[in-house]
């Protein structure tokens, strides 16, 4: 069985920091992982994944990701973060293969200072 | 990026009735479909993945006599809450597939009364 592990509930910084959100994930094999960013009162919306290859990916908004197979990580980063960056964050994994079935983190809650 | 419709956004249902939900991809063939519940305060569980011409898989504590789905073609995907109560709350995602992603919909936010 898979996991996502999101360590922090919240994060907090000024506007014009960098910002890094932490992502974990527990599997055996080579995962798909991906982030998705849902606005308050908003579903999801797609950001970035990796699948193979490079290992930093690049996304919507400014965002890109650094798959980290040594320590199982899939951290998501943008600097400088903005006032409308504020939001939360999911971290996904998908199983190898392609399956759609997503597991997701319990989210990271973005609060971007102006 | 791929579009999703989902309705309604909201609806209100009396505790022991029913609501369905319907999930519309645009633009795309979506060749599976995934519901998702986003409880309160909680992150997002997987119900079920249907697949076209494929039977449909629940997971673990969600089962089709509770939440039936309906996925009849590319295109389109819906699923009825059945005998809903004060559990069932929360915000109910289809998540469309499209070239390895999936694409979500708004949401369809259940209150039970």
């Known amino acids: 069985a898979q996991s996502v592990d999101q360590p922090d509930a919240h994060v907090t910084l000024s506007e014009g920091a960098s910002l890094e959100l932490r992502c974990s994930y527990s599997y055996s094999a080579a995962p798909y992982l991906f982030w998705y960013v849902q606005y308050p009162g908003q579903s999801l919306q797609f950001l970035l994944k990796?699948?193979?290859?490079?290992?930093v990916v690049k996304g919507t908004k400014g965002f890109e990701a650094e798959f980290r197979k040594s320590n199982s990580s899939f951290n998501l980063k943008k600097s400088p973060a903005h006032w409308s960056d504020s939001a939360k964050y999911f971290c996904?994994?998908?199983?190898?293969?392609?399956?759609?079935?997503?597991?997701f983190g319990q989210g990271t809650v973005l609060s971007v200072i102006p | 990026g791929a579009l999703v419709y989902q309705y309604p956004r909201r609806t209100i249902c009396k505790s022991g009735t029913s609501m369905r939900m319907e999930c519309q991809a645009v633009g795309f063939q979506a060749t599976s479909v995934a519901w998702y519940r986003q409880s309160p305060q909680k992150t997002f569980e997987l119900i079920a993945l249907s697949t076209v011409n494929s039977a449909i898989k629940y997971e673990q504590n969600f089962t089709q006599e509770k939440f039936p789905i309906s996925h009849p073609n590319l295109s389109f995907s819906s699923m009825t809450v059945l005998n809903a109560y004060l559990e069932d709350r929360g915000l109910y995602l289809c998540g469309a597939s499209s070239q390895n992603t999936l694409y979500f919909g708004a949401g369809t936010r259940l209150s039970v009364l």
């Open positions: 990796y699948i193979t290859g490079d290992t």
């Open positions: 996904a994994l998908e199983a190898t293969g392609g399956n759609n079935k997503l597991t």
